[in-house]
């Protein structure tokens, strides 16, 4: 394999093919990377840090190995584009992946995304418009996350955080053995689902839908002292069989 020298080497573009790549310290790129069909890329046991102020293409047949690493897109570009071309979601996930640009928004289209730990957005946004699986928590803190596309919640156990920071959201499934605990009021566009786990409201205002939407509760659903709960002109609020509310 080959090791990829790590800060205080900054990259411009990094295309990389031609077998096994392993990482040598924290990478920093300042254009975009390129995985070409037949290369992999391992972030090691150490756990690497890659930051990128340009555009992650990983072609079908590429490999990611994430480990327990973080990927920070930064950098002040308008549009920066996430583009995982595989037809399974869970051949290149990301571990932790955040969002810090000045300006502008990370954006990814036609592709579920997979981030088994925290998706944060610290500044900028995120716009995504299939469905990013989220193992942890999912915050905004002063960025947004666009109407667009389905944010599944799958945290196996524990508790997880979900803040919004003003954002809309479009769609939001929670299929989880754990709780989420919402820090902020949350609005969306689209639908809701709780197939599993806890949703627990915390006492905040929550909109679910815009227009006719079915939103289906299957897990536990708690109010919180103080919440509310909108839902929209011929909205249906289905609770299911072992589906529960708590007000």
């Not at 300006?103 to 990013?132: A, F, H």
């Not at 919640?153 to 053995?177: E, H, I, P, R």
């Not at 002292?225 to 072992?242: A, I, R």
């Amino acid at each position: 394999s080959q090791t990829i020298a790590p800060v205080p080497v900054i990259y411009g573009n990094l295309y990389l093919n031609n077998s096994a790549k392993t990482l040598g310290g924290h990478l920093d790129i300042d254009g975009r990377i390129y995985f070409y069909d037949d290369v992999s890329l391992d972030v090691t046991l150490n756990n690497y840090r890659i930051n990128i102020e340009g555009d992650w293409y990983n072609t079908a047949g590429a490999t990611f190995n994430p480990r327990q690493g973080e990927v920070i897109f930064d950098g002040n570009d308008d549009y920066t584009y996430l583009r995982v071309y595989e037809p399974s979601r869970l051949t290149n996930p990301f571990y932790r992946l955040t969002v810090n640009k000045g300006n502008g928004e990370l954006r990814s289209y036609w592709t579920d995304i997979t981030i088994q730990d925290n998706l944060r957005v610290i500044n900028g946004g995120l716009y995504q418009d299939e469905i990013m699986y989220v193992g942890g928590d999912m915050s905004a803190l002063s960025g947004t996350f666009a109407t667009a596309g389905t944010y599944y919640l799958n945290k196996v156990s524990g508790s997880s955080n979900l803040q919004l920071n003003g954002s809309v959201l479009n769609n939001l499934t929670v299929d989880a053995g754990a709780v989420y605990y919402l820090q902020d009021a949350l609005e969306m566009n689209g639908q809701f689902d709780l197939i599993s786990g806890t949703f627990n409201a915390n006492g905040q205002f929550v909109r679910m839908g815009n227009y006719g939407e079915v939103h289906e509760i299957s897990g536990l659903y708690q109010v919180g002292e103080g919440g509310k709960l909108m839902l929209p002109n011929y909205g249906t609020f289905k609770v299911n069989s072992g589906g529960e509310v708590w007000v």
